[in-house]
């Protein structure tokens, strides 16, 4: 028998039949690649805007306008919320809290925490005081266990506390990109990252009317809008 092998137009043909398989595969491939990288920069995105608004609803919720201070483009101040009480005794700068009524987070602080103190109920005048130290003590009628606040002395009594932490919230730089974190205004420890990663120097915090407006950017994707509305004091 007569062995017949291929010709070069055969050849030719063959070559680009596989040229054009890999051109369609490499096509595929990258377009696939595309999407799984659209969709995590999508998804960091909304990790991100999902992870500020909820910070700043939960942090700004009773807050207003006169309370919160914008430092720099990328950072303000705040106060946020820790607990109340009403205290059992006020006097000579010692507030003392029976342990059952204390709501909050945490435990007060000395030298992080500010106290608001309602000292006038019908004129609603309220007093801020810081929290010098904190101690352990009884209340005076009931002997319950208590909390002892060391605080300034200050005229009237105070019938209800709120406790508050001033921090700043800023976008800071990290390696090769930015993130929102939270520090106590005092920089008594590191700041605490809670979103991102930002664009570098793209985070501009403004007020829009009544409301806290942060702009700021995700790699790869467009400008993103926060709005958080205050109340009026």
């Known amino acids: 028998m007569t062995r017949r092998g291929f010709t070069l137009i055969e050849l030719l043909i063959g070559l680009v039949i596989l040229a054009l398989f890999a051109t369609l595969v490499v ?9 799984a990288t659209r969709s995590m920069v999508s998804l960091s995105t909304d990790r ?11 942090e700004l919720r009773d807050a207003v306008d006169t309370e919160v201070a914008l ?17 059992c005794a006020d006097s000579a700068g ?29 004129a609603e005048q309220w007093l801020r005081v810081t929290v010098d130290s904190v101690g352990i003590g009884q209340c005076p009628v009931s002997n319950a266990p208590a909390l002892r606040l060391y605080v300034a002395s200050h005229s009237g009594t ?29 920089h008594t420890s590191a700041v605490q990252p809670f979103a991102g990663p930002l664009t570098v120097g793209s985070t501009l915090f403004s007020w829009f009317a009544d409301r806290l407006e942060v702009a700021f950017t995700i790699p790869g994707a467009p400008a993103w809008y926060v709005r958080t509305p205050l109340g009026a004091p």
Do not use: K
Request: net charge negative; charged share 15%; no cysteine.
């Open 94 to 122: 010692t507030l003392l809290i029976a342990d059952s009524s204390w709501h909050g987070t945490r435990l007060p602080a000395g030298n992080r925490d500010d106290l608001l103190l309602l000292i006038d109920p019908v």
């Open 48 to 58: 991100t805007q999902l992870a500020l608004r909820t910070f700043l609803q939960q």
């Open 71 to 87: 430092l720099a483009p990328a950072r303000v101040a705040l106060s946020r919320p820790i607990g109340d009480a009403i205290p």
């Open 27 to 35: 096509t595929v491939v990258r377009g696939a690649a595309t999407v």
């Open 158 to 186: 105070a019938t209800v506390v709120y406790l508050e932490e001033p921090v700043e919230l800023s976008a800071y730089r990290s390696g090769a990109a930015d993130w929102f974190g939270l520090t106590p205004a005092s």
